[in-house]
């Protein structure tokens, strides 16, 4: 059984290095969304003839100035579906993991050890939810990352400051992975290592 339990430890290693991966493309993420927010609530003003003052008098200035801000907003949206394919990867990982959980519980019911403990280390079954419900989590939260891209792209052309400011709440909080839920989940794996 000792066996069976590092073996599962070893996945959930793994897991929170791509945890750790994560946190550090989210960061990045907030970076390019609030740089393509700042972008997309400038390009109105940008627009508009009495904004440029004394620059008006350069010919072509307002053309320029777009065209230079939209190939900026251009190549951020660019990264971000980069980062969006990198968090993809992450949640591919965690899908592989929990997958390999399946088959090794297959493995560990056939010899009725899914529910056994041994003091206080998690059992086949307890490893197996663990898995399951960091899966879950990291898979919605890429897809919310997902629908956050398509509904800026689609604010970029109709500006709309309420509807931005949604947005950057949504890429701040990632809410569908709570924090203290997942860390209780690591303490309950890697328990001996904890004492």
């Known amino acids: 059984m000792e066996a069976v339990i590092r073996k599962w430890q070893q996945k959930f290693r793994k897991a929170k290095e791509e945890m ?13 969304f ?9 390009l109105q003003d940008m627009q508009n003839h009495g904004s440029y003052g004394a ?5 072509g200035i307002e053309d320029a100035v ?8 251009e190549s951020l949206l660019r990264s971000m579906k980069n980062v969006l394919e990198e ?19 297959e493995v560990e019911s056939s010899k009725r050890r899914v529910e056994e403990r041994i003091g206080v280390k998690p059992c086949i079954a307890d490893c197996l ?41 949504l890429v701040v909080d ?15 794996i890697f328990a001996e290592e904890i004492k």
């Open 174 to 188: 990632q809410p569908n992975i709570p924090k203290d839920e997942v860390q209780h989940i690591f303490d309950v």
């Open 34 to 42: 609030r740089n393509a927010s700042s972008i997309t609530q400038r």
């Open 66 to 73: 777009v065209q230079q801000q939209m190939g900026q907003l």
């Open 129 to 169: 939810e663990g898995l399951s419900i960091v899966y879950d989590m990291h898979q919605s939260e890429y897809h919310l990352k997902s629908s956050i891209l398509s509904a800026l792209s689609c604010i970029i052309l109709k500006p709309s400051p309420g509807d931005l400011n949604a947005l950057q709440y």
């Open 55 to 59: 620059l008006r008098c350069l010919k």
């Open 20 to 32: 750790e991966k994560w946190e550090a493309l989210q960061v990045r993420w907030v970076f390019l």
């Open 87 to 105: 968090f993809w990867g992450c949640v591919l990982t965690f899908e592989k993991l929990h997958r390999d959980g399946l088959q090794l519980l």
